[in-house]
């Protein structure tokens, strides 16, 4: 019951933050300024609003995220796929990375933790490369596919 507990109120968010965290970083660096980050739904119980990160936590964190930004249709196409693509990577590094660590775990616990977040964040990079539209929503492997079709068709 606590690694379900683990699992859902700490391991999926934090997952889902860095998956998140990879989208923001890159469209604020491709100059998108009016962006903001949405950990979970429901009323808003923490926010913070500086110069670089715009970033609301939800009452529900532990019930998904998005990356919002406005100014989307004179976005360069390649910016498109580097935006969609770097939430994927950064889970895909995090779990590599994991990985890694799992080989030097002090614990039991330790290890069993570490791998259920290795394969959460796996989980999150597959799932989110797979070209797909789900209640309206573009998944970030149909969003890069469009993108690089895009630049193909201006070659």
Known sequence: MDVILLTIFLLFP????LHELGHYITARSSGIQDTELRI???PVIFHINNTFLN?????????GA????SGTSALNPIHRVLISMNGPLVNMVVAVYGWVLLR???SVEYEMTLSIFVMINLWIAVGNLLPYKLFGKSSDGLV???????VLKRI
């Open 14 to 17: 934090v997952s889902n933050l």
């Open 40 to 42: 979970g739904y429901g």
């Open 55 to 63: 970033m609301k936590v939800g009452l529900f964190y532990f019930a």
């Open 66 to 69: 998005y990356t919002a930004w």
């Open 104 to 106: 030097r775990g002090p």
């Open 144 to 150: 890069a596919i469009k993108g690089l079709w895009q």
